[in-house]
């Protein structure tokens, strides 16, 4: 089934969100399959955020990005993926839908609480970036049958 990955991010930590945002994504019915504590370095947010290294805000994004450790987690669920950005919101969180993280919990562009996979392509290379095999659990949750029908798994 797919996989993303969502990053609290050190805005959440400072403000005491991490348990409402795992709530979000538990609420909805997906099933989380990884989840750790990390400091990030340089090297894998240049790799991380390499789409943005020659904007402007790269070095004060990457600094506020090792201002805490992170919460790293792995959700699955069917199209996961784009259901998470969903309950993630856009960007730019001021224009977020409310009832969405962003859109409930943050105000600004560069500190907007929460990262999530962009695409399946992009949740494959990003889940190999912050976890190892080991770190990744397989399990049945016997809740889905309530939360799929029998057709979308
Ligand atoms: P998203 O996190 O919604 O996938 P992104 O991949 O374009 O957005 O950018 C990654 C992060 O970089 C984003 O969450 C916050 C920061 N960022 C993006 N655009 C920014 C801007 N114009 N000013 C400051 N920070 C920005
Ligand atoms: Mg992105």
Redesign the pocket.
């Known amino acids: 089934m797919e996989r993303t990955l969502v990053l609290v991010?050190p805005d959440a930590l400072q403000r005491s969100l991490i348990g409402q945002i795992l709530q979000r994504f538990e609420r909805k019915g997906l099933k989380l399959v990884g989840m750790k504590m990390m400091s990030l370095s340089d090297a894998i947010l240049r790799e991380h955020?390499a789409?943005?290294a020659d904007?402007?805000?790269?070095a004060?994004?990457a600094k506020f990005m090792k201002s805490t450790p992170v919460i790293v987690m792995c959700w699955e669920g069917v199209e996961v993926v784009s259901t998470v950005?969903l309950l993630?919101g856009?960007?730019?969180s001021r224009e977020a839908d409310t009832g969405s993280i962003?859109g409930d919990f943050a105000m600004?562009?560069?500190?907007?609480v929460?990262?999530?996979s962009?695409s399946v392509a992009t949740a494959e290379k990003e889940i190999q970036r912050f976890f190892s095999k080991d770190e990744l659990f397989e399990y049945d949750k016997t809740e889905y049958a309530h939360v799929y029908s029998d057709d979308e798994m």
């Open positions: 991010k955020y789409h943005l904007k402007p805000f790269f004060g994004l950005r993630c856009i960007t730019k962003r600004s562009v560069s500190c907007n929460v990262h999530a962009d």
